[in-house]
């Protein structure tokens, strides 16, 4: 009984020895640029037949979580460094890196546009969390839509008690200090389903918001903003 007792615990010390060689690249301390533009122009026809022209479209970005892979679960057993935010705080278990806001984003700016440092560890993630909103105010739009001979301007905000949090939006990646986080915004995907003609569109809105194409997030690896 005592060789196959050993041959198992030679095999855990080698799995054990793995995971502290993997140490200098999955789980050390990290920060990587967080860059926003918009993937949508300010013109667009929404699904209701509406030609949109927006002037202005804001969205305050409160915290954006990176979130580790979970296919790690032996290295959990091990010791693994502490990563921590900016500031100095832990960030919460599962959590790979995190950028705190509040951060006001341009909603149509199509350039690339570098909006912070996030901090955490090296590794694999597998999706990010966002939390929108400063206070209960998420997101502003202002512009005209027309159809036919009817022309409805507006100027609305999205007010959301709390905020808004977008959970589980995807990312297959394995994020380090050479890369770029990217968040692409598609305002048109916000007010797609809006019927301008009952000069309401806080519901299509605050539904349009959560649409998954309204918020897609990739690792570039060359860097991100130019």
């Given amino acids: 009984m005592r060789r196959p007792l050993a041959v198992l615990s030679i ?47 804001f969205v305050t970005l409160r915290a954006l979580r990176v979130l580790a892979a979970d296919d790690e679960p032996l290295a959990r057993l091990l010791f693994v460094p502490v990563a ?12 790979r890196a995190e950028l705190l806001g509040p951060i006001d984003l341009d909603a149509l700016d ?9 901090h955490g560890s090296a590794g694999p993630a597998r999706a990010i969390d966002l939390e929108l909103g400063e206070s209960d105010l998420v997101a502003r739009v202002r512009g005209v839509a027309r ?20 959970e589980g939006l995807p990312l297959d990646a394995t994020v380090d200090e050479l890369g ?11 007010l797609d389903q809006a019927r301008f003609e009952d000069d309401a569109i806080a519901l299509a809105w605050s539904l349009g918001v959560r649409d998954a194409r309204a918020f897609v997030v990739i690792w570039d690896e060359t860097g991100g903003a130019e």
């Fill in 180 to 190: 770029a986080l990217q968040v692409s915004i598609a305002v048109d995907r916000w």
């Fill in 84 to 95: 921590r935010a900016h500031g100095g705080h832990a960030l919460a278990r599962g959590v």
């Fill in 110 to 118: 199509p350039e690339p546009v570098e909006i912070g440092i996030a």
């Fill in 147 to 166: 159809r036919g001979d009817q022309e409805v301007s507006f100027d609305d905000e999205l007010v959301v008690p709390g905020g808004l949090r977008l």
């Fill in 11 to 57: 095999a855990l010390s080698l799995v054990a020895l793995s995971f502290v060689a993997c140490a200098g690249t999955s789980g050390r301390t990290v920060t990587f640029p967080v860059v926003a533009r918009a993937s949508a122009g300010p013109t667009f026809t929404t699904s209701t037949g509406w030609d949109v022209a927006l002037d202005e479209a």
